[in-house]
């Protein structure tokens, strides 16, 4: 028999168990609905997750690190409008150049967030048909990527 492999990467590094689990399921379920061929599923959780593991690790740091790397953000051009006071009102075009920014991720893994940032969007029919953009395979698995991409820079070496 073969021995049993892990589906779904464990986020330790989450000491909340609530939202660690909530966040399992999510990657577990995104990853089922890659198998199936479920697209826009994929694509949108996986993006949902990215967003979810970013407001953590903001969350994180301390207020004058945080404002020092929203000021560092846009002082570089990554971060084009100031996010809201309350990141629970945070998109991922925030969360990306500021968690870039406090080194929470890697220049690499900032542009494969940016790169499913766009494709989770297309949840509205209308920005899609808009755009003449669908999901696919192809977002599908960028937006997988970008979860693992994210989990690798903040479990803890």
């Known amino acids: 028999m073969l021995p049993r492999l892990q589906t779904t990467t464990e986020l330790v590094f989450i000491p909340d168990a609530g939202l660690r689990e909530g966040l399992r399921l999510?990657?577990?379920?995104?990853?089922?609905?890659?198998?199936?061929?479920?697209?826009?599923?994929?694509?949108?959780?996986?993006?949902?997750?990215?967003?979810?593991?970013?407001?953590?690790?903001?969350?994180?740091?301390?207020?004058?690190?945080i404002t020092q790397a929203i000021t560092g953000a846009q002082a570089n051009g990554t971060l084009q409008r100031p996010p809201p006071p309350d990141r629970q009102r945070w998109d991922l075009e925030h969360f990306i150049p500021v968690a870039a920014a406090l080194t929470l991720i890697?220049?690499?893994?900032?542009?494969?967030?940016?790169?499913?940032?766009?494709?989770?969007?297309?949840?509205?029919?209308?920005?899609?048909?808009?755009?003449?953009q669908v999901c696919d395979r192809a977002t599908a698995l960028q937006a997988l990527a970008a979860v693992y991409m994210v989990i690798r820079c903040l479990t803890p070496p």
Do not use: C
Request: hydrophobic share 45%; aromatic share 4%; glycine share 8%.
């Open 26 to 65: 999510d990657i577990s379920t995104a990853n089922q609905a890659l198998a199936n061929g479920e697209w826009k599923a994929a694509t949108v959780l996986a993006g949902s997750v990215v967003e979810a593991l970013l407001l953590w690790a903001v969350d994180q740091q301390s207020p004058a690190a």
């Open 106 to 132: 890697t220049p690499e893994t900032a542009t494969a967030t940016s790169l499913a940032r766009g494709f989770r969007n297309l949840i509205h029919p209308g920005r899609a048909q808009r755009l003449g």
